[in-house]
């Protein structure tokens, strides 16, 4: 069973950054998607982030330009880089993992929380 790992989670003020991990605890063959969502209270999770097996990247509006997705394909992990952090960024974020092709398996993360006080 194959288990994701969140980490980088916490609380920073209006403008600072924050960089999430996501590691799978064994390999994952066949990695198709990797990416981020977030839910916060009363809302519906939400993509944040993709990036393909390819190296191709798609963001929320609402973060384009802040966040960055990056991957170590090696090391089973994707990373989320966090810019000028804002209130409206406060949640939990998952990390997803698609893997197969097509896609034949889904794994979730825990869950992290970013605060971000108004």
């Known amino acids: 069973q194959v288990q994701l790992v969140e980490s980088g989670g916490g609380l920073v003020q209006t403008g600072g950054s924050l960089r999430l991990s996501c590691a799978a605890s064994?390999?994952?063959?066949?990695?198709?998607?990797m990416g981020w969502y977030r839910q916060a209270p009363g809302n519906q999770r939400e993509l944040v982030a993709a990036i393909t097996h390819d190296g191709s990247t798609n963001y929320a509006d609402s973060v384009q330009g802040r966040f960055t997705i990056s991957r170590d394909n090696a090391k089973n992990t994707v990373y989320l880089q966090m810019n000028s952090l804002k209130p409206d960024d406060t949640a939990v974020y998952y990390c997803?993992?698609?893997?197969?092709?097509?896609?034949?398996?889904?794994?979730w993360g825990q869950g992290t929380q970013v605060t971000v006080p108004s």
């Open positions: 064994r390999s994952i063959f066949s990695i198709n998607t």
């Open positions: 997803k993992i698609i893997a197969g092709f097509p896609p034949t398996h889904i794994y």
